[in-house]
């Protein structure tokens, strides 16, 4: 293709995005008046666009990429399953596909879990759980657990039960009619303490508040429903260690089911293949989505224990049957993929190499340490966020309407990355598969962007700074 055909070609699927598609989470006025980058290929951890750049996948696309795109043992699995079938379904009858990837995915589980729940979203997979502990306990004597408890700043998917257990406002605030009520204890986000604490004098007073919030409603409450270790979507709000921990011995206190959202911390995201391992904790209900493919294709698992598993069991008229499933739950062309993909951690020892990866990435941020723009740096493993501020010492936020972070992002694309920012939170979560080189490069971009833009925002005086109070997230 020459230059003027591949520069005609890109203008002509600009414009065709422009009038038909509408893309999630973005302001469309302001898509509509930007020439979109548009994806048209990959190769390892870069994206390359319609104009032939290559970019640096630095978030994953979305989260979800695990050892780079095309990979070779992944395209197999995918090509072999076509040539078997493309999609069963598991209403009522198995599949081959299925019946392996659930097995895989238990070999990589904590002990405990044992029975595997299909579907294709991180979403559907924690409407699953809340479903299935209520259902849960119902079925076991007790139809008075059915109130449900969720962190602040919680961000657990876009279904109106997902939702309802989240606690992002700037996202779910115009639903709160549509949703159920969820008792919402105070997140553990030390930079910005919602009950105004500092670790250590604090003894971790949040997690003492969830005690309070299982405490106040007990024997009420079927779940517990937790990011462990990491709460992504509010901007990367790193636990401190022992939080978890603390969480399960109160379910355990409580009577109520732990559910541990792995969707963005699994897959050896932040270190170990799953978080709750770095806190020894066994979740009642664990959801996977996002990684479990290696980024391929949409599949999710509700992952429970045999004692959840067998409360549903009994004579059909007894009606103990877990009324829900999705047309492509299990679907065999993303389990293939999600078999291969499992089967690399082991076949690659991917975890092994985890921990000089981490530490190159947080070497490559280093310069931004005392960075006068930068509040926290916040890292569990592969999975970063850069909180931006106007001033350090009081630890302002930026005006949301100034999209800080999506200036960073925009800055980084020249510079050979694909960031995506978290209101004033630069997050950097790049595939498992980067190379150390890489991570350095890809930090070094993020330093310079970051460097950039504050240095614009500071040029245009305190009023650029102070535009809004709105919150960044
Ligand atoms: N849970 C967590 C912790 C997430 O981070 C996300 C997505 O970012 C979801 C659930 C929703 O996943 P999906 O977008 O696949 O529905």
């Known amino acids: ?49 319609t104009l032939g750049r290559r970019y640096l996948d630095g978030v994953s696309s979305l989260w979800c990429n695990v050892h780079g795109h095309r990979v070779p043992e992944i395209d197999a699995a995918v090509r072999a399953q076509l040539d078997r079938v493309a999609h069963s379904t598991l209403l009522g009858l198995a599949s081959t596909a299925s019946i392996e990837c659930a097995e ?16 294709d979203a991180g979403a559907t997979a924690v409407e699953i759980a809340i479903k299935m502990a209520f ?4 079925l076991t004597g007790h139809p008075e657990r059915r109130e449900f408890v969720a962190l602040t700043g919680g961000y657990h998917g876009d279904t109106i039960g997902s939702v309802s257990v989240g606690g992002i406002d700037l996202f779910h605030r115009i639903f709160k009619p549509l949703l159920f009520e969820v008792h919402h204890a105070p997140q553990p986000y030390c930079f910005r303490c919602p009950l105004g604490k500092s670790l250590p004098s604090c003894a971790m007073a949040c997690a003492g508040e969830v005690e309070k919030v299982l405490e106040v409603h007990a024997g009420k409450v079927a779940a517990l429903v937790v990011e462990p270790l990491v709460q992504g979507a509010d901007g990367m709000i790193t636990q401190p260690p022992g939080y978890l921990k603390r969480l399960r011995e109160a379910c355990d206190r409580h009577g109520a089911l ?31 989505a996002k990684g479990i493919t290696g980024g391929y294709l949409p599949l ?31 679907n065999p062309l993303a389990c293939a993929a999600a078999t291969a993909s499992m089967r690399l951690f082991t076949e690659r020892d991917v975890l092994a190499g985890l921990p000089a ?6 070497r490559a941020l280093e310069p931004l340490g005392d960075h006068p723009n930068v509040g926290e740096i916040r890292q569990r493993g592969l999975m970063v966020g ?9 630890r302002a936020e930026y005006g949301y309407g100034l999209r800080v ?69």
């Open 405 to 473: 972070g999506h200036q960073v992002c925009q800055e980084a694309r020249p510079l050979g990355a694909i960031l995506r920012p978290l209101g004033n939170v630069v997050v950097l979560m790049p595939p498992l598969a980067m190379t150390e080189a890489e991570l350095a490069e890809l930090g070094g971009i993020a330093v310079e962007a970051i460097r950039r833009v504050t240095a614009r925002l500071a040029a245009g005086g305190s009023a650029a700074a102070a535009s809004g109070p709105a919150p960044a997230r």
């Open 386 to 394: 850069v909180e931006l501020v106007p001033d350090r010492a009081s």
């Open 300 to 330: 999710a698992a509700t992952v429970t224990t045999e004692e959840v598993f067998r409360s549903f069991l009994g004579p059909f008229e007894e009606k103990r049957t877990f009324f829900h499933g999705h047309t492509y739950a299990g």
């Open 357 to 362: 990866k981490a530490a190159a990435l947080a």
């Open 258 to 288: 732990l559910v541990c959202d792995e969707v963005a911390t699994g897959f050896g995201r932040t270190g170990t293949m799953f978080a709750v391992e770095q806190e020894g904790v066994r979740p009642d209900i664990m959801t996977v």
């Open 104 to 119: 895989e995915l238990l070999r990589h589980t904590p002990p405990g879990l044992t029975r595997v729940f299909f579907s």
């Open 135 to 138: 259902q849960h306990h119902a």
């Open 1 to 49: 293709m020459t230059e003027a055909e591949r520069l005609a070609r890109h203008q002509r699927l600009a414009e065709a995005d422009h009038r038909h598609l509408w893309h999630p989470f973005t302001q469309m006025a302001g898509w509509l008046e930007e020439d979109p980058l548009i994806v048209d290929a990959a190769d390892g951890v870069h994206l390359v666009d």
